[in-house]
């Protein structure tokens, strides 16, 4: 692979910008909504993709899937109700910005981290693609525990403020998720006699009714969702809201790099997905900083951090499907039959036969991100505005129009109903202060870990050592051990600290 | 005492325990509804549901303690609050399970017109134009997104089959 090949790819793929313009506004006007995944809407425009040349396929495919990831953290920020599974982690410090009248930067925050996180790991993922490919081959069933472990652990951190109701909230979510058959047998657990639950729990009439509607059925006791302050900052939105986040972008520009390769290697492994890695980037996030109180009241590093790792899944999930022909998540399957129906054959032979859809899907990434900056930015200033809807008008549209996408994802007249269901748990969740973000965190991670413990445990007849039988699993538990001690050890040093501190004041 | 007001000077704990009551109730039934099950499918679940009795245990134990010193109450008010919201709260819930039942018959677009009319309505909402205009830009946004474009398979009712023969009538015009 040269230069001027590379080179060439790109000038292809600026060359298609009248297809990748159009993508990225469809992507980001279905990832606002909660239920219309990128591969719902790539099935639904399969007649389309089928119909065109591959090349101008997989551009519109890959600009529609970026935007989609980006979109989902919009609604998120403004008014608590996350896009996308992967944006609900951007809820915990992006809805507490707009409260504070920070609804502006957050987004520009949230776009910017999407772009350059999304950049920088296509570009990683372009330089590194041989090497990249074997990762999915070295995280197996024991190594993906733990990854799981990682994520279920953020459960604890959201319960600091009452430890027992946020682990109740957790384990009942992590309970919740085991419903639908099991993975071995495929016996029904717990579904209550609905054949549509025989799936497990879907997660999107989840997360609208838990966030959504619950939100809605709360922001009824007050006209705004913001006080006066942030009213009066939201009606004055200027440029300069907009460049005051593009210099929060620049400050935190590291914090975006890291967890970008959260989102990266996550996405790799087939399977896992960006919930879980916008939930291990978050926790990780909050681990590392130097003020972890901080996470959950509205701070930059709360919206970076899960929307940096959201969008770097994009291009860790189409490295297995493009290098070894297994489909990274849903839209890589989806993408995958499209450039099938096209003649091309997935897997290694791909690079030496069709180098330019190879490298050129990795090209389009980057050229729709780099589009995307343009188109969205100014966006920014337009929808923070919308917390100035009062809530006589926004608390029916929210129930009703979320309602609908609930019936997007599977087309069930069921989930609908389901949505309801959730939206009432959430809505008693949100004013007894069980979190509501715990219970979701169960729905996603349980049915995941469930899968991936039952299957090493097959491997092993059940012997539970399996857990610790590999090289690469024993650093992250080891890693995982550390997650857990080091906040306590940070505490046990703080307490110790401030304790010598008035010692010496009192000498 | 009322179960919905809390004595002055006391936390209102009831509303605390409508949660782990839920969740009580479904590990009972999921404990039912997996013993006949192979250990493998029923191992996580046991795990999980183990530890969710025994935390809602200790949330009985820490309520009960305060209930018995007298420092709390089993009252429902924080879910009841503020009175004025309530039946908005409630119409709103009711409004939904109607929008639910009768999306297959009117259609994702009149049903989602009439809903949000209504809505409004409940809401406090009493400008005409208001009642009309904003069910009716979310109405024909819903119908161009996923109709028209997406072709998704939402309900279709008099809306959606009227346009449905009128674009049928216009493509068969030579």
């Not at chain 1, 495929?186 to 997360?207: C, I, K, Q, S, W």
């Not at chain 2, 245990?57 to 305060?66: E, K, P, S």
Request: aromatic share 10%; glycine share 10%.
């Amino acid at each position: 692979m040269s230069w001027d090949f590379i080179v060439g790819q790109f000038a292809v793929q600026f060359g298609l910008w009248w297809v990748i313009w159009p993508a990225i506004l469809l992507g980001i006007v279905v990832g606002i909504l909660p239920g219309f995944s990128p591969q719902n809407t790539l099935i639904m425009l399969l007649p389309l993709t089928l119909a065109v040349k591959v090349e101008v396929a997989l551009a519109f495919m890959i600009a529609l899937y970026c935007a989609n990831h980006l979109a989902g953290g919009i609604p998120a920020i403004l008014v608590k109700i996350p896009g996308s599974g992967g944006a609900a982690a951007t809820t915990l410090d992006g809805y507490p910005m707009t409260q504070k009248g920070q609804a502006q930067q957050a987004l520009v925050l949230c776009f910017t981290a999407s772009v350059f996180g999304g950049l920088i790991t296509t570009l990683a993922t372009l330089a590194l693609l041989p090497w990249l490919s074997q990762i999915g081959l070295v995280l197996r069933s024991v190594e993906m525990v733990v990854v799981m472990l990682f994520g279920l652990t953020l459960i604890a951190v959201i319960a600091a403020k009452d430890f027992l109701k946020g682990l109740i909230a957790g384990f009942f979510g992590l309970l919740i998720g085991v419903i639908g058959t099991d993975h071995i047998y495929n016996t029904p657990r717990a579904t209550f006699g609905f054949l549509e639950l025989y799936d497990g729990v879907p997660l999107v009439p989840a997360l609208i009714g838990l966030f959504a509607i619950s939100e809605a059925l709360v922001m009824l006791e007050e006209k705004m969702i913001v006080g006066k302050e942030g009213q009066a900052k939201a009606a004055s939105a200027q440029w300069a809201g907009i460049i005051d986040g593009l210099r929060l972008s620049v400050k935190y520009w590291w914090q975006i790099v890291w967890t970008s390769f959260v989102g990266l290697f996550i996405g790799i492994v087939p399977g896992a997905g960006a919930s879980i890695a916008a939930f291990v980037a978050y926790q990780q996030s909050r681990l590392w900083s130097k003020h972890p109180e901080l996470y959950g009241t509205g701070i930059p590093e709360g919206v970076i951090a899960p929307e940096a790792a959201n969008n770097g899944v994009t291009s860790g999930t189409l490295v297995p499907t493009l290098a070894l022909g297994v489909p990274g998540g849903s839209t890589a399957a989806v993408m995958m039959i499209v450039l099938q129906y096209h003649g091309m054959v997935m897997g290694p032979r791909l690079f030496a036969s069709n180098p330019e859809v190879a490298y050129g899907v990795f090209v389009s990434m980057a050229v729709a991100y780099i589009f995307m900056i343009f188109t969205i930015l100014p966006l920014a200033r337009y929808m923070s505005r919308i917390v100035l809807i009062e809530t006589t008008y926004l608390a029916p549209i929210i129930v009703l129009v979320t309602i609908v996408a609930a019936f997007g994802e599977r087309q069930y007249a069921f989930d609908m109903g389901l949505a309801l269901v959730f939206g009432v748990i959430g809505y008693i969740a949100h004013k007894t202060n069980y979190h509501v973000t715990a219970i979701l965190i169960g729905v996603i991670l349980g049915p995941l870990f469930e899968q991936y413990l039952v299957r090493a445990l097959r491997i092993s007849q059940g012997d539970f050592m399996i857990l610790f039988s590999s090289t690469i699993g024993n650093t992250l538990w080891a890693l995982l051990a550390l997650s857990l001690v080091l906040p306590f050890l940070r505490g046990w040093r703080q307490k110790k600290a401030l304790a010598a501190a008035q010692f010496g004041e009192d000498d | 005492m009322s179960s919905k007001q809390s004595s002055p000077g006391k936390a209102p704990l009831g509303a605390d325990l409508v949660i782990p009551g839920l969740a009580l109730g479904f590990a009972a039934y999921f404990f039912f509804s997996i013993a006949d099950l192979a250990w493998e499918a029923k191992a996580n679940g046991v795990l999980i549901g183990s530890v969710l009795v025994l935390l809602i245990a200790i949330q009985l134990v820490r309520t009960a303690v305060q209930v018995a010193k007298k420092k709390a109450d089993l009252s429902m008010a924080p879910l009841l609050e503020p009175p004025d919201a309530l039946p908005r709260r409630v119409g709103l819930v009711l409004l939904t399970v109607v929008f639910i039942a009768a999306m297959p018959w009117l259609g994702l677009t009149l049903s989602l017109f009439l809903g949000l009319a209504a809505g409004l309505y409940l809401m406090g909402v009493r400008k005409r134009s208001h009642l009309i205009w904003t069910p009716l830009a979310v109405a024909a946004s819903a119908y161009i997104l996923f109709i028209a474009a997406l072709n998704s398979d939402f309900p279709h009712g008099p809306v959606e089959n009227a346009l449905a023969a009128l674009t049928s009538l216009f493509q068969a015009r030579p």
